[in-house]
């Protein structure tokens, strides 16, 4: 067989020379010659050098002979740098990972396992920080927890209070639509107000600062990672838990209760408006809201949210404190913080539940 | 070296937002050449460079890569321009999620249409002629820095570009891999008439493979000195000059 190379080997040539060709080559067997003519070539480029070094590695394999003519040295000056022989072995699979399903159940729950170690040692030593800052309030890093206060509750406020609207106009059109059923609109008041301030006020905060903050926490305590910066931190003999996680954990769990309280409040007037609508007057709606409104009721409300903001921090700073050096390991670290804090708070969710079941609350 | 000019930049004014970097910047780059760009930190070496490559649009001015524009002209042009050359970055900038042979199949996967193993075999050679063939399936976190360097110069070869831009190949790599880059600078013009446009500050490797260097300063904003090492060290235009070339501080 001879195959005769043009002048310039360019991109299109050598896509055709792997395309159409090689097939050809590959049926070549032991004994069979390949006169590879390259007397008019000149010039060749990367794709065509490679398709070369291909020839010479499947002469090798199969046992062919190959002869060249190569007045201009072409082919001879790609083999000044690239030895056929030892690209003999296939070109290197890129190796995936085992997809197996028992493997990957065993991966993952040799993960989870690992995680909740991880989980519980970061729990020891927040805990454990925070207890020496109680004891000397001075070493708590106020401007940092300040900072964080504000990004987390002043600067999440519009949206908490958008989706607290929402949230009360719809409860007042869903239970208005049983409820008028009865003639009792005005229970709608009552139902709105436990709602509110037993479940949904913190569940939805809690929510939407998992998304918005615990995820933020990840990634930048992740980044910082990436950068060695948490590192510069451990060589200066700063621990990372109490110089960056402990003032996040404090922000978000204080200001958890008062995001919390404003969205119950935004939800009022989303219920007010609505059964305003329907009828009921302003004054007898919120009459109805002093009467539900209880202290049980409200600090219910208020002790929820505490508990699922320090869930928010804790998970998402475990997280980010964990990220590998790698980019797309701070956006994991970012993901695993919002799906860890979601279910943490769907857990304390439901321990509430059985607890104000059994004491009757 | 021939007398065809690969890159042109003229009355290049660079900088961000409304601070200005480097103002008046003019000068061409012959195919073949190895031009490098230096100066002290913070002078606009890498700002220079990412004005040229169309990271950022020149305040005024222009940059033309082998007669093409990339800001001004219709996107074909914009294409051709952004065809002819590669970058390497000064952390190697190797994608993290992939390993190295992926890393390189990359943009033959995106730009033409050989089939895997002509993509495979091409991104394996690419790698030997760095000498990282071995590591072919290694991630960019399981290598060192000097290793990440040359496999993002791989990567920028890739496509068999005429110029290479490479922002501090050899910055924080110890001398002997240094060197080993320098090497493979002078052997990749050698054999592939690559054109290369390098940005350093190791005096050793301007030595070493400089045809011929600007010099930046942040004060004029502009190109204090041109020529080749050996000029601006024995006949310095410019103090600056002197002091960087010959290693003396400007306040003693």
Not at chain 1, 221 to 236: C, H, P, R, S, V
Not at chain 2, 8 to 37: C, M, P, W
Not at chain 2, 126 to 150: C, E, H, T
Request: proline share 4%; charged share 20%; net charge negative.
């Amino acid at each position: 067989m001879t195959l005769i190379l043009p002048e310039k080997i360019s991109l299109a040539d050598a896509n055709q020379l792997w395309r159409e060709t090689l097939p050809a080559i590959l049926r070549l067997t032991k004994g069979e010659s390949l006169v590879l003519n390259a007397t008019a070539t000149r010039t060749c480029c990367g794709a065509g050098e490679a398709f070369l070094v291909e020839v010479y590695r499947r002469s090798i394999m199969q046992g062919f002979s190959i002869e060249s003519i190569d007045p201009q040295h072409v082919i001879a000056h790609v083999f000044d740098f690239f030895d056929p022989a030892t690209f003999i072995e296939e070109p290197k699979n890129v190796e995936h990972p085992n997809t197996h399903a028992l493997v990957q159940i065993g991966v993952a729950t040799t993960r989870i396992y690992k995680d909740v170690l991880h989980q519980l040692a970061f729990l020891g030593e927040v805990t454990a920080s925070f207890l020496r800052v109680l004891f000397r309030p001075g070493r708590l890093r106020l401007r940092d927890t300040m900072l964080q206060f504000e990004r987390t509750s002043v600067d999440a406020l519009p949206i908490v209070m958008l989706i607290g609207t929402l949230m009360g106009l719809i409860l007042a059109f869903v239970g208005a639509s049983t409820l008028s059923v009865f003639g009792a609109e005005i229970f709608v008041a009552n139902m709105i107000t436990t709602a509110l301030f037993r479940e949904m006020g913190a569940l939805f905060t809690a929510i939407l600062l998992a998304g918005r903050t615990g995820s933020a926490y990840a990634a930048e305590l992740g980044t910082m990672q990436t950068n060695e910066e948490i590192d510069a931190l451990i060589t200066f003999n700063l621990k990372p838990v109490r110089f960056l996680a402990l003032p996040r954990i404090v922000a978000i769990t204080l200001a958890t209760p008062f995001l919390s309280l404003f969205s119950v409040f935004s939800g009022l007037i989303g219920g007010m408006v609505a059964l305003y609508f329907m009828g009921i007057p302003i004054v007898t709606f919120w009459q109805h809201v002093l009467l539900t409104a209880t202290f049980t009721n409200i600090s219910l409300g208020v002790i929820k949210a505490f508990v699922f903001g320090l869930l928010i921090g804790l998970v998402g700073c475990a997280h980010g404190l964990q990220t590998e050096r790698t980019a797309d390991a701070v956006g994991r670290a970012a993901t695993a913080a919002v799906v860890g804090s979601m279910v943490m708070i769907t857990v304390a969710d439901g321990i509430f539940a059985i607890i104000c079941h059994i004491l009757w609350i | 070296m021939s007398d065809i000019i690969d890159i042109e930049v003229n009355h290049l004014q660079a900088g961000y937002d409304t601070v200005t970097i480097l103002d008046d910047i003019s000068f061409t780059v012959k195919r073949g050449e190895i031009f490098v760009v230096i100066g002290g930190s913070g002078c606009g070496k890498s700002t220079l460079l990412k004005h040229i490559i169309g990271l950022h649009r020149p305040q005024s001015g222009e940059a033309l890569i082998k007669g093409y524009r990339i800001f001004g002209g219709d996107s074909d042009e914009q294409d051709r321009a952004m065809r002819s050359f590669g970058v390497t970055y000064q952390n190697g900038a190797l994608f993290g999620s992939m390993t190295l042979l992926e890393n390189i199949m990359l943009p033959l996967e995106v730009f033409t249409d050989l089939p895997l193993e002509a993509r495979r075999m091409l991104a394996e050679m690419k790698l030997d002629l760095v000498g990282l063939k071995a590591f072919a399936s290694y991630f960019p976190s399981d290598i060192s820095g000097g290793m990440k360097k040359r496999a993002a110069i791989a990567r920028a070869m890739a496509l068999d570009p005429g110029i290479l831009f490479l922002d501090e190949p050899s910055a924080g790599l110890d001398p002997v891999t240094s060197d080993e880059i320098d090497e493979l600078i002078l052997r990749l013009r050698r054999t592939q008439t690559i054109t290369f446009v390098i940005v350093t500050h190791e005096l050793a490797s301007i030595f070493k493979i400089a045809d011929r260097c600007i010099m930046l300063d942040n004060e004029t904003r502009g190109i204090i000195a041109e020529g080749s090492p050996e000029e601006l060290r024995n006949h310095p235009p410019h103090p600056k000059v002197d002091a960087f070339f010959n290693r003396k501080s400007m306040n003693g």
